[in-house]
């Protein structure tokens, strides 16, 4: 998407990846909205670092992430032995892989790269197809945020009052977004709408990226505290929720995403509020079958009991907001069963969760 940064307009993929110097570069996100700043890691372990200290999260910018990180560990053995490149493809992989735990996209964009590595013959092959596959994957990902774009944008009616929690917006991706992709595609068709941001405590992604997005957008948008959507709901000021999903089932239609999401859609049932989530193909599991079986990520208690802002001397600075004496509980995720989704919108079009499995030729399910 667009940034202006000082009055200056410039397209930027959340991701990117530089050849020459095999680098992924990355928006570093915990300095948004404050600062905006590309950073370049030198190898497959600070790409891993970058995905666990959330300098870029979001599942298809994470799954893009780790694609390149695949390729950038790949293409920095030496040598031509294939036995043990495969070795060094596999530590990299794992590596990767444990960055984060929720999100499913690493692991499906991981998986296409290293399917396509095996159509080489030789190390300097094996090396190009990787980077060529990473590629690929951040290409689909802006691509099918696109689509289901087009498809969730007939959700919107000028006038609307429009929910989502945390931020699957382009920053969560490669481009575009998920959640944000009908309301992008609907301002792009004429309509004028409002946004509510959930804050999402405890890292604020609703605040600070969501918020960010929108404005840079030019969307009428508000912030409101996590605890302010059944308010909202109850005098009639929600017309419509879509979230994003870090990992959906498809073989059951449950959702997994930013912790709160479970909490809207109760909400949104009860006032019989449409509650949507937008996902392009990487985030379904097609094996999974319950989403008891997804791992939730326990993040560090610190998140809870304090946060990050800017000082008046323009530093990020960490304040400590609960009692000292008290410890937190901070998990990064909740799990939506089906029933309380009215459709999941994809690049294919918006389905009931319950028809995901019954259409999976047309979601890219390989198996
Ligand atoms: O912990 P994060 O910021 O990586 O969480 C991911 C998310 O932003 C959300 O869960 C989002 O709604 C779906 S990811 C596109």
């Given at each position: 998407m667009n940034v202006t940064v000082r009055g200056r307009t410039e397209h930027f993929r959340t991701v990117a990846f530089d050849a020459t110097k095999n680098s992924v570069l990355l928006i570093?996100?915990?300095?948004l909205p404050h600062e905006f700043k590309i950073v370049a890691t030198k190898n497959f372990r600070e790409t891993a670092t970058a995905i666990t200290d959330m300098i870029v999260r979001g599942a298809g910018a994470i799954g893009a992430t780790a694609a390149y990180g695949l390729a950038q560990g790949a293409l920095a053995f030496r040598g031509c032995d294939l036995k043990k490149f495969s070795t060094q493809v596999e530590n990299v992989y794992q590596v990767l892989k444990s960055a984060r735990p929720t999100a499913v996209d690493p692991v499906n964009a991981m998986n296409d790269v290293r399917r396509e590595i095996?159509?080489?013959?030789t190390v300097a092959e094996q090396q190009a197809l990787a980077l060529a596959a990473a590629e690929q994957f951040a290409n689909d990902d802006a691509r099918h945020c696109a689509e289901l774009g087009q498809h969730g944008a007939k959700l919107i009616r000028s006038g609307m009052k429009i929910l989502t929690h945390c931020n699957a917006g382009w920053l969560a991706f490669v481009d575009t977004g998920t959640a944000t992709a009908p309301m992008y595609a609907a301002q792009a068709q004429g309509k004028k709408f409002h946004v509510f941001c959930?804050?999402?405590?405890?890292?604020?992604q609703g605040a600070t990226l969501t918020a960010w997005e929108l404005a840079q957008q030019k969307i009428s948008h508000q912030i409101i505290a996590d605890n302010a959507a059944g308010h909202l709901m109850q005098r009639g000021e929600i017309d419509l929720v879509i979230v994003g999903s870090d990992r959906t089932l498809g073989k059951t239609g449950e959702v997994a995403n930013k912790i709160g999401t479970y909490t809207k859609a109760v909400l949104a049932a009860r006032h019989k509020i449409p509650f949507y989530v937008a996902i392009p193909l990487s985030t379904i599991d097609w094996n999974l079958k319950s989403g008891f079986e997804i791992p939730i990520e326990e993040r560090g208690e610190s998140e809870v009991l304090g946060t990050w802002g800017i000082n008046s001397r323009g530093q990020r600075e960490y304040v400590r907001v609960a009692n000292p004496a008290s410890g937190a509980r901070n998990p990064g995720f909740d799990v939506t069963p089906a029933e309380l989704i009215a459709g999941i919108i994809t690049p294919a079009g918006i389905f009931k969760p319950k028809e995901l499995w019954k259409q999976r030729r047309k979601l890219g399910f390989a198996g």
């Amino acid at each position: 998407m667009n940034v202006t940064v000082r009055g200056r307009t410039e397209h930027f993929r959340t991701v990117a990846f530089d050849a020459t110097k095999n680098s992924v570069l990355l928006i570093e996100q915990r300095l948004l909205p404050h600062e905006f700043k590309i950073v370049a890691t030198k190898n497959f372990r600070e790409t891993a670092t970058a995905i666990t200290d959330m300098i870029v999260r979001g599942a298809g910018a994470i799954g893009a992430t780790a694609a390149y990180g695949l390729a950038q560990g790949a293409l920095a053995f030496r040598g031509c032995d294939l036995k043990k490149f495969s070795t060094q493809v596999e530590n990299v992989y794992q590596v990767l892989k444990s960055a984060r735990p929720t999100a499913v996209d690493p692991v499906n964009a991981m998986n296409d790269v290293r399917r396509e590595i095996t159509r080489g013959e030789t190390v300097a092959e094996q090396q190009a197809l990787a980077l060529a596959a990473a590629e690929q994957f951040a290409n689909d990902d802006a691509r099918h945020c696109a689509e289901l774009g087009q498809h969730g944008a007939k959700l919107i009616r000028s006038g609307m009052k429009i929910l989502t929690h945390c931020n699957a917006g382009w920053l969560a991706f490669v481009d575009t977004g998920t959640a944000t992709a009908p309301m992008y595609a609907a301002q792009a068709q004429g309509k004028k709408f409002h946004v509510f941001c959930d804050e999402t405590r405890p890292r604020s992604q609703g605040a600070t990226l969501t918020a960010w997005e929108l404005a840079q957008q030019k969307i009428s948008h508000q912030i409101i505290a996590d605890n302010a959507a059944g308010h909202l709901m109850q005098r009639g000021e929600i017309d419509l929720v879509i979230v994003g999903s870090d990992r959906t089932l498809g073989k059951t239609g449950e959702v997994a995403n930013k912790i709160g999401t479970y909490t809207k859609a109760v909400l949104a049932a009860r006032h019989k509020i449409p509650f949507y989530v937008a996902i392009p193909l990487s985030t379904i599991d097609w094996n999974l079958k319950s989403g008891f079986e997804i791992p939730i990520e326990e993040r560090g208690e610190s998140e809870v009991l304090g946060t990050w802002g800017i000082n008046s001397r323009g530093q990020r600075e960490y304040v400590r907001v609960a009692n000292p004496a008290s410890g937190a509980r901070n998990p990064g995720f909740d799990v939506t069963p089906a029933e309380l989704i009215a459709g999941i919108i994809t690049p294919a079009g918006i389905f009931k969760p319950k028809e995901l499995w019954k259409q999976r030729r047309k979601l890219g399910f390989a198996g």
